[in-house]
Antibody, heavy 122, light 106 residues
Framework: EVQLLESGGGLVQPGGSLRLSCAASGFTFFNYAMSWVRQAPGKGPEWVSGIGGSGGGTYYADSVKGRFTISRDNSKKTLYLQMNSLRDEDTAVYYC???????????????WGQGSLVIVSS | DIQMTQSPSPLSASVGDRVTITCQASQDISNYLNWYQQKPGKAPKLLIYDASNLQTGVPSRFSGSGSGTDFSLTISSLQPEDVATYYCQQYDSLPFFGPGTKVEIK
C-alpha cells in the first residue's frame, strides 16, 4: 500500500523558513517522480514543484521560483521542500504527491499524502 | 499559462441522476487532462487520467471524455458518497488546476 506522510509544517513569520518532509513507503521510491501541491484555505489545489526520480530535473511554479527548493533522498525514501522568504500567500496545506508514470515528471498525481499545514503570519 | 474553467458550480442533483461537469482549457492541450475528486478535509484523489482513462479502483460510474480544449466528467448514476468537489487539471505545460465544481445532493 502506497503511503506518503508529510511533516514539518507549522506557524512561521513572514520572511522565515521551513522545511517540509514527505516519507514514502509501499513503492520503489527512486522509480517515480514526486511533486508538491498546495491548497490555500477555501481554494483549489496549486502545483508548487516537481522532481524526477533520480533527483535530476526540478520544476517550479513561478510563484515560488527562487524561494523554494525541492530535493529528495532516495536512500531514505524521503522528499523535501525547503521554503525560504515565506509570504502570507504561502499559507496552505502542502501535499506531497507520487507521479503515476514513473521517473519522469509528467504531472499526473496518482497518490497524495494527508497534507501538512503551513501558516505564515506575524 | 494555460487557464482552466469549469462549469457548473455548484451542481445540485438527485441520487441516481446522470451528472456532467465540463472543463475548458484556454488553448489546445490534446488529452493532457486529469480529473480529481476531493472530499472535505481529505486530499484530492485521481479519478480519470489522460482525459478518458479510469484510474484503478475508481467506480465505473465515473467516465471522462474530450480532447483539445473541451472536456467532461460524467457520473452515470449519482451516489451519496459522490458528494465532493471535482477538479480538472491540465499537464500540457506546467500543471494547473481548474477552480472546481462542488457536487451536492438535492
Amino acid at each position: 500500500e502506497v503511503q506518503l506522510l508529510e511533516s514539518g509544517g507549522g506557524l512561521v513569520q513572514p520572511g522565515g523558513s521551513l522545511r517540509l518532509s514527505c516519507a514514502a513507503s509501499g513503492f520503489t521510491f527512486f522509480n517515480y517522480a514526486m511533486s508538491w501541491v498546495r491548497q490555500a484555505p477555501g481554494k483549489g489545489p496549486e502545483w508548487v514543484s516537481g522532481i524526477g526520480g533520480s533527483g535530476g530535473g526540478t520544476y517550479y511554479a513561478d510563484s515560488v521560483k527562487g524561494r523554494f527548493t525541492i530535493s529528495r533522498d532516495n536512500s531514505k525514501k524521503t522528499l523535501y521542500l525547503q521554503m525560504n522568504s515565506l509570504r502570507d500567500e504561502d499559507t496552505a496545506v502542502y501535499y506531497c504527491a507520487k507521479e503515476r508514470y514513473g521517473v519522469v515528471v509528467v504531472n499526473t498525481f496518482e497518490y497524495w499524502g494527508q497534507g501538512s499545514l503551513v501558516i505564515v503570519s506575524s | 499559462d494555460i487557464q482552466m474553467t469549469q462549469s457548473p458550480s455548484p451542481l445540485s442533483a438527485s441520487v441516481g441522476d446522470r451528472v456532467t461537469i465540463t472543463c475548458q482549457a484556454s488553448q489546445d492541450i490534446s488529452n493532457y487532462l486529469n480529473w480529481y475528486q476531493q472530499k472535505p478535509g481529505k486530499a484530492p484523489k485521481l479519478l480519470i487520467y489522460d482525459a478518458s482513462n479510469l484510474q484503478t479502483g475508481v467506480p465505473s460510474r465515473f467516465s471522462g471524455s474530450g480532447s483539445g480544449t473541451d472536456f467532461s466528467l460524467t457520473i452515470s448514476s449519482l451516489q451519496p458518497e459522490d458528494v465532493a468537489t471535482y477538479y480538472c487539471q491540465q499537464y500540457d505545460s506546467l500543471p494547473f488546476f481548474g477552480p472546481g465544481t462542488k457536487v451536492e445532493i438535492k
